[in-house]
């Protein structure tokens, strides 16, 4: 069992910044591969950025390359999210999620993670 839980969230204006945080429990926090999604207002879960239980390897939206930057901290059982640039469209409550060694395939689809966290809001002011 893992629980996961996300901080950082809040109001920010078109342009600024931000840092998500996500912090789980348990001792095998390095063999998940980890990943952020977001969800807007009446819109479904999307794929934000995803990242692997070593970090070597980290994975983009299309819509967040560029201005979104995934990384971990193994030995803190931590993940981060720094955001710039950010667009009233990146608007939702984000979340973060687990995803287990043994997945392998595309790290968008959503049902491959196992354990979310309960979300934070991030709301971007035009």
């Known amino acids: 069992q893992v629980q996961l839980a996300e901080s950082g969230g809040g109001l920010v204006q078109a342009g600024g910044s931000l840092r998500l945080s996500c912090t789980a429990s348990?001792?095998?926090?390095?063999?998940?591969?980890m990943g952020w999604f977001r969800q807007a207002p009446g819109k479904e879960r999307e794929f934000v950025t995803a990242?692997?239980?070593?970090?070597?390897?980290?994975y983009y939206a299309d819509s967040v390359k560029g201005r979104f930057t995934i990384s971990r901290d193994n030995a803190k059982n931590a993940l981060y999210l720094q955001m710039n640039s950010l667009k009233p469209e990146d608007t939702g409550v984000y979340y973060c999620?687990?995803?287990?060694?043994?997945?392998?395939?595309?790290?968008?689809?959503?049902?491959?993670?196992?354990?979310w966290g309960q979300g934070t809001q991030v709301t971007v002011s035009s």
């Open positions: 999620a687990t995803r287990p060694a043994r997945i392998t395939g595309p790290v968008a689809v959503a049902n491959d993670y196992n354990y």
């Open positions: 348990g001792r095998t926090f390095s063999s998940y591969a």
């Open positions: 990242i692997t239980g070593n970090g070597v390897s980290r």
